[in-house]
């Protein structure tokens, strides 16, 4: 089965995950603005990954936009956040993410990235910001909150090359 594998990465963690999942796949992987329809007309399978940001998977449209053109191939789309595989943040990401016709054409994936503050563009480090102030003003925090504002003094990186096992089954499977 000839796979692609697609990604789109602001801080690295998304890609680190596309070139494993390539890499266990013996695929190729293309970084989101180099593919296209006639690239995706091309392959069997494809896997594509973009960075959660406000619950909003980057580069989404290309597997949206041209679900016409693969049907009938596997498609898994994994997204990368900082939050921990909570059902309650899967199932936000993928509701914002795809309609229910769409989750029949594709199999979605959360995998836990990291965060790394100074990675980010100036837009993303000024929304980042305040969402910070936010948490600092709560008298209460989560262990999440806790470990998030930590981050932004020391990057985290929580990716684990085990997370792809899932994808890679899902591609390697027979129907």
Do not use: Q
């Amino acid at each position: 089965m000839k796979c692609a594998v697609i990604y789109r990465s602001k801080t690295g963690f998304t890609e680190k995950y596309a070139r494993w999942i390539a890499e266990e796949l013996a695929s190729e992987v293309f970084e989101c603005s180099k593919a296209s329809r006639d690239l995706l007309k091309k392959y069997d399978a494809v896997v594509y990954g973009g960075s959660v940001h406000a619950s909003g998977i980057l580069g989404i449209g290309l597997i949206k936009k041209n679900l016409d053109i693969l049907k009938g191939k596997r498609v898994a789309v994994f997204a990368v956040g900082a939050a921990s595989p909570d059902e309650k943040i899967v199932k936000e990401i993928r509701d914002k993410n795809f309609s229910s016709d769409e989750l029949k054409k594709i199999e979605f994936f959360y995998l836990r990235g990291g965060f790394n503050f100074n990675k980010l563009g100036f837009a993303d480090k000024a929304i980042m910001r305040v969402f910070k102030k936010i948490i600092e003003k709560k008298k209460e925090k989560t262990e999440e909150e806790i470990g998030m504002l930590a981050a932004y003094n020391k990057p985290a990186d929580f990716t684990k090359k085990e997370n792809v096992k899932g994808i890679v089954e899902y591609i390697k499977a027979k129907d």
